[in-house]
Nanobody
Framework: QLQLVESGGGLVQPGGSLRLSCTGS????????IGWYRQAPGKEREGISC????????WYRDSVKGRFTISRDDAKSTVHLQMNSLKPEDTAAYYC????????????????????????WGQGTHVTVST
């Protein structure tokens, strides 16, 4: 059974950078599309970036486009989310989720909703952007 663990969150000043990692164990991460989602206090969880299982497609929410970059290193069973030019509104708990190839959907669809059956979710890592 696939398990995911996020890491890399923390406190950063506006304009700073963080790199989040989503590491899989229990089975290879390849053959899974991976999505990064975030949930701010009092708000619904939203998809912010997704990458296909073959890494041939990525999707970003408009609010992070040009600032965040998703990448995957299947040899290390890890998907990264590089976050630059962070803003206070990026403060949230960040989660990664995996969707196996048999149920894979286009990355835009994967990121557009959390209302689907995922193969695994991580426990989340917190990002706080503040002075």
């Amino acid at each position: 059974q696939l398990q995911l663990v996020e890491s890399g969150g923390g406190l950063v000043q506006p304009g700073g950078s963080l790199r989040l990692s989503c590491t899989g164990s229990g089975m290879p991460l390849d053959f899974h599309a991976i999505g990064w989602y975030r949930q701010a206090p009092g708000k619904e969880r939203e998809g912010i970036s997704c990458v296909s299982s073959r890494a041939d497609a990525t999707w970003y929410r408009d609010s992070v486009k040009g600032r965040f970059t998703i990448s995957r290193d299947d040899a290390k069973s890890t998907v990264h989310l590089q976050m630059n030019s962070l803003k206070p509104e990026d403060t949230a708990a960040y989660y990664c989720a995996a969707l196996g190839v048999p149920r894979e959907v286009p990355v835009q669809d994967m990121c557009s909703t959390t209302n689907r059956e995922y193969d695994a979710w991580g426990q989340g890592t917190h990002v706080t952007v503040s002075t």
